[in-house]
């Protein structure tokens, strides 16, 4: 067992990424995995655990609010960051992924 409550769909989607903190300062970029229950996005800064982030599908308006679970360095100086949402459903462009 690896931890995971539900299966995790390998995806590309383009998003938007900001933290909470500063949300105008966002990144474009793209997921590796999505659920109802998260995603794995890449980045191009080291995010903290706990931090509050907003994700924002390109194909929907309104941002979704996360919490980074962990974030690991991958190669090309980005980072891999797994982001829990809780509660919601979450439109993933023409894949929808429900809870």
């Not at 979704?64 to 974030?71: A, E, H, K, P, S």
């Amino acid at each position: 067992m690896n931890g995971r409550i539900e299966k995790r769909f390998p995806t590309s989607v383009p998003v938007y990424l900001a933290s909470l903190d500063e949300p105008r300062a966002r990144e474009r970029t793209f997921t590796e995995n999505i659920s109802s229950q998260g995603a794995r996005v890449i980045s191009q800064r080291s995010w903290r655990s706990g931090e509050g982030s907003l994700i924002s599908p390109l194909t929907e308006e309104f941002p979704q609010v996360g919490r980074v679970i962990y974030c690991v360095p991958k190669a090309g100086d980005r980072f891999c960051v797994g982001v829990e949402f809780q509660g919601r459903t979450v439109k993933w462009g023409e894949q929808d992924v429900i809870p």
